[in-house]
């Protein structure tokens, strides 16, 4: 059988990587070649495929090494069991896609993942090979985002952090009892064992770097992980209490939540729909408000419903403050920053400019106003010198007043 060309196994394999999430380079070290010394650059602005938390658009080469996989996980596209087309680059194929999808100014790094083929540490050592030609032989400085694999020997995960600027390991599915069902090739205790070892790396690398300004980076942008939603019975409190643990004992940079995706020829064992997109979103804006909002996981957890889910119609911020309105009305005056994060449509940056201002004036509402897309939503929770809403936080029909309208999608070819 004749050999795919490298046209079309380009588009199998990055295809096949649409399911991987995690593509972000924020946090990494910054490298450039405007000196005339190497080639390529942490920075930059090109076509854009992914966004950095601090609103950079950023674009990578998104693919797979090969689809081939030993496994059979249920959810994957790639299982062994599965009828795709098959297709594999060598590594120096994909270096040399690299940097001539690089020099074309289309891309600013590598997001490289990859099916098990013949051994974990074999494909392990394919990976690793492809940044070590970028690195060493091409001194390539742009952005390089290995996803690595947990099987294989510590070692080779040990080489895979010394070339990319982010590490990464799929967590999978929330729940040890959904990973044993849906990927039975697949341990916990052996992810996170993996995870743990990348997290001593990282902390001894930059002890080392404290000491001797020649000591090797280890992944300067961290490590991360996702974890399909949707796939298992796991509820929304599960997947945040999986999130804050992962953060607190690895402590990751990133989890991503990727809504499970029917495949081809799925698994009799998978449900038959997708998840809402919706969901997805609100775990990460629930995310959001343990790595930037203050929530302890508990209080995030709070907001869920009795089921364990978090409300569709209505973000989790906006929920725990319709479930706590003791705490609420705040003061915009007066308050300390940690109660102004909690109010409903009040987000970091305008927390900041009210503290900023509030040293100079007395605020009114109009003020807050300039600072948010909607007041109606911040005023049954906000006091302001000239707004006190005395009974409105009270109100039984509160949550009808202040969630956000349904807007239905217009039909495209509508008369």
Same mark, same amino acid.
């Given at each position: 059988?004749?050999?795919?060309?490298?046209?079309?196994?380009?588009?199998?394999?990055?295809?096949?990587?649409?399911?991987?999430?995690?593509?972000?380079?924020?946090?990494?070290?910054?490298?450039?070649?405007?000196?005339?010394?190497?080639?390529?650059?942490?920075?930059?602005?090109?076509?854009?495929?992914?966004?950095?938390?601090?609103?950079?658009?950023?674009?990578?080469?998104?693919?797979?090494?090969?689809?081939?996989?030993?496994?059979?996980?249920?959810?994957?596209?790639?299982?062994?069991?599965?009828?795709?087309?098959?297709?594999?680059?060598?590594?120096?194929?994909?270096?040399?896609?690299?940097?001539?999808?690089?020099?074309?100014?289309?891309?600013?790094?590598?997001?490289?993942?990859?099916?098990?083929?013949?051994?974990?540490?074999?494909?392990?050592?394919?990976?690793?090979?492809?940044?070590?030609?970028?690195?060493?032989?091409?001194?390539?400085?742009?952005?390089?985002?290995?996803?690595?694999?947990?099987?294989?020997?510590?070692?080779?995960?040990?080489?895979?952090?010394?070339?990319?600027?982010?590490?990464?390991?799929?967590?999978?599915?929330?729940?040890?009892?959904?990973?044993?069902?849906?990927a039975p090739d697949k341990s916990a205790r052996q992810i996170?064992?993996?995870?743990?070892?990348?997290?001593?790396?990282?902390?001894?690398?930059k002890d080392a770097r404290k000491r001797f300004k020649s000591?090797?980076?280890?992944?300067?942008?961290?490590?991360?992980?996702?974890?399909?939603?949707?796939?298992?019975?796991?509820?929304?409190?599960?997947?945040?209490?999986?999130?804050?643990?992962?953060?607190?004992?690895?402590?990751?940079?990133?989890?991503?939540?990727?809504a499970f995706s029917p495949i081809p020829d799925a698994s009799?064992?998978?449900?038959?729909?997708?998840?809402?997109?919706?969901?997805?979103?609100?775990?990460?804006?629930?995310?959001?408000?343990?790595?930037?909002?203050?929530?302890?996981?508990?209080?995030?957890?709070?907001?869920?419903?009795?089921?364990?889910?978090?409300?569709?119609?209505?973000?989790?911020?906006?929920?725990?403050?319709?479930?706590?309105?003791?705490?609420?009305?705040?003061?915009?005056?007066?308050?300390?920053?940690? &109660?102004?994060? !909690?109010?409903?449509? %009040?987000?970091? #940056? /305008?927390?900041?400019?009210? @503290?900023?201002?509030? =040293?100079?004036?007395?605020?009114?509402?109009?003020?807050?106003?300039?600072?948010?897309?909607?007041?109606?939503?911040?005023?049954?929770?906000?006091?302001? &010198?000239?707004? !006190?809403?005395?009974? %409105?936080?009270? #109100? /039984?029909?509160?949550?009808? @007043?202040?969630?956000? =309208?349904?807007?239905?999608?217009?039909?495209?070819?509508?008369?």
């Amino acid at each position: 059988m004749a050999q795919p060309s490298l046209l079309e196994r380009l588009g199998i394999l990055a295809d096949a990587a649409k399911y991987d999430a995690s593509c972000a380079s924020s946090g990494t070290a910054k490298r450039t070649s405007k000196g005339g010394k190497g080639i390529g650059s942490t920075e930059g602005m090109g076509i854009c495929h992914a966004y950095a938390p601090d609103g950079r658009c950023i674009s990578l080469l998104k693919i797979l090494l090969t689809n081939h996989c030993i496994f059979d996980c249920h959810y994957c596209i790639n299982r062994k069991s599965s009828n795709v087309r098959r297709a594999r680059f060598t590594p120096q194929e994909v270096v040399d896609l690299t940097l001539s999808f690089y020099r074309r100014n289309y891309i600013e790094g590598l997001f490289l993942s990859s099916g098990i083929v013949k051994s974990s540490n074999h494909t392990m050592e394919q990976l690793v090979e492809v940044a070590r030609i970028l690195r060493e032989e091409h001194d390539f400085r742009g952005y390089i985002h290995l996803k690595t694999i947990p099987e294989a020997d510590p070692g080779l995960l040990a080489q895979a952090g010394l070339y990319a600027d982010r590490v990464s390991i799929n967590v999978e599915l929330p729940t040890d009892a959904g990973l044993t069902r849906l990927a039975p090739d697949k341990s916990a205790r052996q992810i996170e064992g993996a995870m743990a070892g990348l997290k001593g790396e990282i902390v001894e690398a930059k002890d080392a770097r404290k000491r001797f300004k020649s000591a090797p980076r280890f992944a300067p942008a961290g490590q991360s992980t996702q974890m399909i939603v949707g796939a298992d019975a796991a509820t929304d409190a599960d997947i945040v209490g999986k999130a804050s643990t992962l953060y607190g004992d690895f402590a990751l940079r990133r989890v991503y939540y990727s809504a499970f995706s029917p495949i081809p020829d799925a698994s009799a064992v998978l449900p038959l729909k997708r998840p809402p997109l919706i969901r997805e979103h609100r775990l990460y804006q629930s995310d959001w408000l343990m790595r930037f909002y203050g929530y302890a996981p508990g209080e995030v957890q709070q907001a869920a419903d009795a089921d364990g889910m978090l409300p569709l119609d209505i973000d989790p911020k906006l929920a725990w403050a319709l479930k706590f309105r003791e705490r609420f009305p705040v003061d915009v005056n007066r308050a300390p920053r940690e &109660a102004l994060l !909690r109010v409903p449509g %009040l987000g970091v #940056r /305008a927390v900041g400019a009210i @503290l900023a201002s509030r =040293r100079h004036r007395t605020l009114r509402l109009e003020d807050v106003a300039r600072l948010t897309v909607s007041i109606a939503k911040l005023r049954p929770f906000l006091i302001a &010198a000239d707004w !006190r809403p005395v009974s %409105l936080t009270d #109100r /039984a029909d509160l949550r009808a @007043l202040v969630a956000p =309208r349904k807007q239905s999608q217009l039909e495209l070819f509508a008369a």
